[in-house]
């Protein structure tokens, strides 16, 4: 039976620019990094998470890169995670807002692809 999610792909133009993005923006760590065709396979890890976060964009899916990434980043605190990463230079669609299950926010990575950051 299926156990887990394994990874997640976010689809970007510039590999060199969002690795730099998630890493020294959002702390992730380098899994994998190696050739693959004309791009390389870039597989990332999220402190605390079992679920990594690939960054290639598969040939022909180049018009999904900056749009909306149906993805929630988790934290414990969206307040405090919003202050840290918006003074890191990531930049926020939607600043902190309360909702009845929960708090959210809404950024962007280098390619302008958009996620949300929710409370648990």
Known sequence: MITRLKFMGIPVRD???QLA???E?????????QPLGKQRWIELK???AETHVVLFT????????????NAS???DDVEKTYAELKA???EFTQPPTQQPW????KFKDADGNQFVLSSR
């Not at 923006?25 to 990094?33: I, N, S």
């Not at 598969?58 to 990434?69: A, Y």
């Not at 929960?102 to 926010?105: E, R, S």
């Open 58 to 69: 598969p040939e022909g899916h180049e018009d999904r890169v900056g749009g909306f990434v």
């Open 88 to 90: 890191r230079g990531v």
């Open 46 to 48: 999220i402190p605390r």
């Open 21 to 23: 993005f998630y890493t």
């Open 15 to 17: 590999q060199k620019a």
């Open 102 to 105: 929960g708090t959210f926010a």
């Open 25 to 33: 923006k959002l702390g992730f760590e380098v899994l994998t990094d």
């Open 73 to 75: 980043l988790a934290c």
